[in-house]
């Protein structure tokens, strides 16, 4: 049996994630770390759905709550916000790699490649980037199990976000309540 982290940004995007993983074989360790989401009530939700799943499939998950630093993120991302998705995501897999490779594990993956709104492409790429010789990135397009993702989301009553995660997003979310 294989050692897999997943980085995991939320309750609802690690269902059949964690579903597919499970049923591949793997012994999979979550990780939520996510400096991006704003803000602080947001991130804590967002982490209890987590948690949830997590106890709900039977997953151990290490929080990073203790590397939620918000102004480190925005640093990463000013002035770049045009390709912040970009910066982003490097921030979230540099660090699940550095675990990854520190913790032992075969292999780390994300469960950024579950969502039709994220550049999938550009995940992937950063995954395979940053794998070393003893810990890989393990791509798989979990896209495939959206529909159900929502639908035990619901039945769950998991805590399910309206954007992304960063201020951006969410402004980019909402900005059409501004031009009524």
């Known amino acids: 049996m294989t050692k897999l ?21 793997h012994e999979v360790t979550g990780l939520f770390h996510n400096p991006n989401i704003h803000p602080l009530t947001e991130y804590a939700k967002r982490r209890d759905g987590c948690l949830t799943v997590a106890e709900k499939l039977g997953v151990k998950v290490i929080v990073k709550d203790d590397e939620y630093r918000p102004q480190e993120w925005f640093r990463a991302v ?15 897999l540099e660090r699940t790699a550095q675990i990854a490779k520190r913790g032992g594990f075969d292999f780390f993956t994300t469960t950024l490649l579950y969502s039709k709104y994220q550049k999938h492409d550009e995940i992937a790429a950063l995954g395979r980037d940053l794998e070393s010789a003893k810990t890989k990135f393990l ?38 309540e501004l031009l009524g």
Not at 6 to 19: A, N, R, V, Y
């Open 139 to 176: 791509y798989h397009d979990f896209r495939e199990g959206w529909k159900e993702g929502i639908e035990t989301s619901k039945e769950w009553e998991i805590y399910r976000q309206q954007y992304c995660g960063c201020l951006y997003s969410e402004n980019e979310r909402y900005k059409r």
């Open 78 to 92: 000013a002035h770049r916000e045009n390709n912040r998705c970009f910066h982003c995501y490097a921030m979230r």
């Open 5 to 25: 982290l997943l980085h995991i940004c939320c309750g609802p995007c690690s269902i059949t994630t964690l579903k597919t993983l499970l049923a591949e074989g």
